[in-house]
């Protein structure tokens, strides 16, 4: 399969956009801390961790949710079970030094299995390193386009990806993990 049938990416909101998203995440963001910490398959992931509930972000997150939806009739075609209010989607803030190793999305909530990763750049500010990179199939690949504010990258769960060392500034991404059946 080509590389570019692996991962798609959108510009979903502007930069004003972006902006406004961060401020009204503040008052909603529940933090899980900040720690190196084992991620998927003892992979390290070093980055300050908190959730946001989708029943708490709809008014401003829904383009993302529709977006990758959308995505996933036009590409992928895998069955996703629909937004439920306990949902929440994960805010990594990376510092410098900070990473996130290659690993693959795993959900929680059995009998489920994540189908797909939405990932959203909320970064406002440049950065320097923590270049995304993916790996569909033994060759890694710099994903250059997800340093832009308010683009999205949607890419099926189980493919190898990583966040590399982020070198200057901060890096501040949300992930949507969709769901749907499991594999079989």
């Not at 590389?3 to 008052?27: A, D, G």
């Not at 963001?29 to 509930?53: I, R, W």
């Not at 949710?65 to 989607?89: C, K, Q, S, T």
């Not at 510092?95 to 750049?121: A, R």
Request: glycine residues 8%.
């Amino acid at each position: 399969m080509p590389f570019h049938q692996f991962l798609n990416y959108y510009r979903v909101y502007s930069l004003e956009e972006v902006k406004k998203i961060n401020k009204s995440l503040v008052s909603v963001l529940e933090k899980s801390g900040t720690s190196t910490t084992q991620g998927p398959k003892g992979s390290v992931k070093d980055c300050t961790v908190s959730v946001a509930p989708w029943k708490k972000t709809k008014s401003f997150l829904k383009p993302f949710v529709e977006r990758a939806f959308r995505i996933n009739e036009e590409v992928f075609g895998v069955h996703l079970y629909p937004m439920r209010d306990d949902y929440y989607f994960i805010h990594n803030s990376y510092k410098p030094g900070q990473q996130y190793g290659y690993h693959v999305d795993e959900c929680l909530s059995p009998p489920s299995s994540c189908k797909l990763t939405c990932l959203l750049n909320l970064s406002t500010q440049s950065y320097t390193g923590g270049e995304f990179l993916i790996q569909p199939g033994g060759e890694s690949k710099v994903v250059e386009e997800f340093n832009i504010p308010g683009v999205m990258i949607v890419f099926p769960s189980y493919i190898l990806h990583k966040v590399r060392p982020i070198k200057k500034g901060t890096r501040i991404s949300l992930a949507a993990l969709l769901e749907g059946p499991k594999w079989v």
